[in-house]
């Protein structure tokens, strides 16, 4: 399926002229929105709580606004949704112990989207509190992957990367606290931004570990991507511009390489071959950390801050599912000498992708070495959170470093015609210019008009 | 010739080791949790060991 006229699905810039120039109302595209979720969640589950009437009555204002000549921006009139972690009404963060929650106040990502004009319509699937996958078993049904829907969409956004792809939403705020809003775009076929670390405000998410929790974007283009986050979040001064041609692209090939599928290998082999065409230096550089190590420094800070914040709701009844529950007592476990080397690794890590970045302004490597898996029936156990050797989420490297990382479609795998996802990434507060070469990539190799057809179970 | 009394007997034998190093001695931790913390457990000490031996590195 590709991208038609249809507004659910058609970039925001080309929304925003359509409203503006009367072609179309924002209480139609918020019909036309709401209609498509009746259609779609019911097999989907992309969406916990919708919100129509207020996303109507947000619609007829901004209707109203755009006829006097009050006009918010971009997003004025735009039917965007909210991970269930970002506080806004019901706010269950996907957990039975939560499931009775309600927001006593707007994140501040909230505020800032209604001041810009976007138009809340709901909130969206997560893996529980950001971190114990789905399943057929749990209190909430997964949200499922419109590619292919006996396939988990990704996590743990699972809800925003599936109303996105299927234009149940124009774009989704999520966290990511080590890949949760590029594995779902990986995995769903769209766009995800990891931004600069604290670069959107985390004032209304519910943690899950602080030091390494992001709020981000995700939408179906890169510039639907930085229309959102400059919504969200205060300006920062221009750095120098990033443009394909010319630029030094770096490959830490050896931090990859051999966990990595090699169908997403072909597909990203063949990404960087577009970026060469595109003018750019694409260049092998060395980077002296090993997945298997950046992983642990990873785990072990996750593991501990978790531990922190959710180990009384641990007590709660009914408490978490097993894996969130389990990882959160394992986090005891992580005594301060440890918690403390972690943090003096990180350190290492991050000064390691500075020295990459100093030399190669932006960073590309997959986003994640393995492929779209089934939804399983009951809750997993932590085995595969805890495996030898860990499971291949290249995004934690960008969380370890708090350096924007954003993630887009570079292929589709043949067999299965399911989206392989392309990470890049660049040095803090370069958010911007990163997403300027993600839309350069993206124009040249058409993958964004790809889109799901509707699902059949 | 492995047993089915082995894994219990492993499980018992990592939690008294695990619930020495929890602050309650894994009071609140639930009985049914404790097989699954016998597998997180030995992921820590691996990640101890990992995060060691690139702390190493950097420092050499």
């Known amino acids: 399926v590709t991208v038609s006229t249809d507004p659910c699905l058609a970039p925001i810039g080309e929304v925003a002229r359509r409203l503006r120039g009367g072609e179309l109302s924002p209480r139609e595209l918020v019909e036309a929105t709401l209609r498509r979720i009746d259609t779609l969640n019911p097999t989907l589950h992309a969406y916990y709580h919708v919100f129509a009437d207020e996303a109507l009555d947000a619609a007829g204002t901004a209707g109203a606004e755009l006829v006097r000549g009050v006009d918010r921006g971009p997003l004025h009139g735009v039917p965007v949704a909210l991970k269930d972690v970002i506080e806004c009404g019901p706010t269950t963060g996907g957990s039975a112990a939560l499931r009775d929650h309600v927001a006593g106040a707007d994140a501040e990502v909230v505020e800032r989207l209604r001041a810009a004009g976007a138009i809340v319509v709901g909130k969206l699937a997560t893996y529980e509190l950001a971190f114990g996958a789905s399943s057929y078993g749990d209190l909430f049904p997964p949200a499922r992957n419109p590619w292919a829907p006996e396939l988990d969409p990704g996590g743990s956004s699972t809800g925003a990367g599936v109303a996105v792809a299927t234009g149940m939403a124009h774009a989704a705020i999520g966290s990511d606290t080590g890949g949760s809003v590029r594995l779902p775009a990986a995995f769903c076929g769209i766009v995800g931004l990891k931004p600069t670390y604290d670069r959107i405000s985390r004032r209304g998410l519910i943690p899950l570990a602080p030091s390494l929790d992001h709020v981000g974007p995700l939408a179906r283009t890169a510039g639907d991507a930085a229309i959102v986050l400059e919504a969200c979040c205060d300006a920062v001064a221009p750095a120098a511009p990033l443009e394909p041609a010319g630029l030094r692209i770096g490959v830490p090939w050896a931090f990859f390489e051999a966990s990595c599928d090699a169908r997403i290998l072909a597909a990203f082999a063949t990404a960087l071959e577009v970026l060469v065409d595109l003018g750019a230096d694409v260049v092998d550089v060395e980077f002296d950390v090993s997945f298997a190590e950046a992983s642990a420094t990873f785990w072990a800070i996750i593991a501990a801050e978790a531990a922190r914040e959710h180990h009384e709701l641990c007590r709660a009844s009914p408490p978490p599912g097993r894996e969130a529950r389990v990882i959160f007592e394992t986090g005891r476990l992580v005594d301060a000498v440890l918690y403390l080397d972690a943090q003096r690794a990180r350190a290492v890590v991050a000064a390691a992708v500075e020295r990459l970045l100093a030399g190669t302004p932006v960073l590309a490597l997959p986003t994640v070495g393995m492929m779209q898996r089934p939804i399983p029936e009951q809750p997993f156990g932590p085995e595969r959170r805890v495996a030898d050797p860990p499971a291949p989420i290249y995004t934690l490297l960008a969380n370890l470093c708090g350096t924007p990382a954003v993630s887009l479609p570079c292929g589709f795998d043949g067999a299965t015609s399911l989206p392989i996802g392309l990470q890049l990434m660049a040095g803090p507060f370069r958010d911007r210019e990163l997403l300027d070469v993600a839309a350069a990539y993206e124009a040249t190799a058409g993958w964004t008009h790809r889109r799901p057809g509707a699902p059949t179970t | ?60």
């Open chain 2, 1 to 60: 010739m492995a047993t089915t009394s082995e894994p219990a007997q492993g499980i018992a034998a990592a939690r008294e080791v695990l619930a020495a190093r929890l602050p309650d001695g894994g009071a609140s931790i639930p009985d049914e949790d404790w097989a699954d913390l016998a597998v997180t457990g030995v992921a820590v000490d691996s990640w101890r060991a990992l995060i060691r031996q690139l702390l190493d590195r950097s420092e050499a």
